[in-house]
């Protein structure tokens, strides 16, 4: 299928994302495959570390789920600039798949999360390798510590295989340069907003903007998610400086209305729709602008619950319901609601000089993109149902 097509079809954007995500399955697997095959000279644990059935090589990891938004933007991206050849932009699109894959790996380190789309994180099948293998211990946690090793060495390959891939993608040299120079600025910024990430999780609520935040977002969520994908193929498409500049007016309030989106699945959602423990977000300590609207709004014991349960694991878990009906008590979802509609309307008006710039084309295929985000059930169907039950409650 001829994905390019595809993307600027009238066929109903759910269905062009699903077949998307199928054509793009089948090509992500297939070049692991061939980097497997390339690797013969390494020893069979490398080989098996990068595709297979094995439940920690980076095959089986990455299809364990994922919405697939980062190679579509890729794709959409290059398409916007007037790009034609489907097969090269779709192989190249498996570079940021990886990257993204590197940085959840890493992220689950930093966040010591156990579990990523209902599955152990990374370092947990690892640690599983180690105890499978019987190995002998050297020191206290060992096995854990092993883990963490491996998924840290594991985040790093699938961010070397990905420069690989787009130094290798058949497009002029001068383009694959651009790209990769984008590539490393995504990195860059991301590893930026990351170390942001973790240092206002070690800062009480009262410290806190709301600005802080978002910033984070935008260089963390908006950085590898919307504006680095959209721009690596633009690049590829022969993009220049002005035009990444107008992408990434539409591409930046994406990132951080995407990501205030998954704020409120990761507060409200079932360990279905998130594919982690429910309330991952408290149990994490994550300061989202829906937990500081609630500090904020809180009466004096609200506020000491919300520094009691950010502090202590343990009571987060414990009093999770607890949070929830404050967090909509002091109206902090349905603020949290705005700022996503506030975000979505910077994105529509963006699509005014993204069309007379780069065409009508891209900007309908952006404004689909945009649709289907907006119209993500996950969330607002954990909300809605957490909403509900609760006022049945208190009736």
């Known amino acids: 299928m001829n994905v390019l097509e595809l993307l600027t079809s009238d066929r109903p954007i759910g269905e062009i994302v699903e077949s998307f995500q199928r054509e793009f399955n089948a090509v992500f697997v297939r070049s692991l495959a061939q980097k497997a095959e390339e690797s013969k000279n390494l020893p069979s644990l490398a080989q098996r570390a990068l595709a297979g059935p094995h439940r920690f090589s980076l095959q089986s990891f990455a299809a364990r789920g994922g919405k697939r938004i ?11 600039l007037g ?21 959840i790996i890493h992220d689950d380190v930093i966040d010591r999360s156990l579990e990523r789309r209902a599955g ?72 930026f907003g990351e170390l942001l990430d973790v240092d206002l999780g070690m800062r009480s609520l009262d410290t806190l903007t709301e600005e802080e935040i978002l910033k984070v977002y935008e260089l963390k969520t908006a950085g590898y ?3 680095g994908p959209l721009h690596m193929g633009a690049v590829l498409g022969g993009a ?13 309030p994406l990132g951080i209305a995407f990501q205030i989106q998954d704020d409120l699945l990761g507060m409200f959602g079932a360990r279905e729709a998130t594919g982690k423990d429910e309330g991952s977000d408290l149990l994490e300590a994550k300061r989202t602008p829906l937990v500081l609207k609630a500090w904020h709004d809180g009466t004096p014991h609200e506020r000491a619950t919300l520094e009691r ?17 404050l967090i909509l008590d002091t109206g902090a979802a349905r603020y949290a609601q705005g700022l996503i509609a506030q975000n979505f309307t910077k994105i529509y008006a963006s699509l005014e000089k993204i069309e007379r710039c780069l065409g009508p084309t891209a900007a309908r295929l952006l404004r689909q993109v945009a649709q289907y985000i907006e119209g ?15 006022t049945e409650h208190i009736r």
């Open 120 to 191: 152990p994180t990374m370092h947990l099948l690892w640690q599983e390798y180690f105890r499978e293998r019987r190995y002998r211990a050297r020191y206290a946690g060992e096995p854990e510590h092993f883990g963490l090793s491996m998924a840290v060495l594991m985040g790093d390959i699938a961010s070397a295989l990905a420069y690989e891939i787009l130094v290798r993608s058949d497009f002029p040299v001068e383009r694959r340069l651009k790209a990769v120079h984008t590539f490393s600025d995504v990195i860059y910024r991301v590893a």
């Open 240 to 252: 220049e400086g002005h035009h990444l500049a107008l992408l990434s007016e539409y591409a930046v």
């Open 376 to 390: 993500r059930r996950d969330y607002k169907g954990a909300v809605e149902s957490y909403a509900n039950t609760y």
């Open 70 to 80: 980062r190679p579509l933007l890729f794709c959409c991206g290059y398409l916007c």
């Open 225 to 227: 998610t919307t504006e």
């Open 309 to 325: 349960v950010l502090h202590d694991p343990h009571q987060a878990q414990q009093e999770l319901a607890r949070v929830r009906t």
């Open 83 to 103: 790009g034609t050849d489907a097969q090269a932009i779709l192989n190249a699109s498996v570079a940021v798949e990886l990257l993204q894959t590197g940085l």
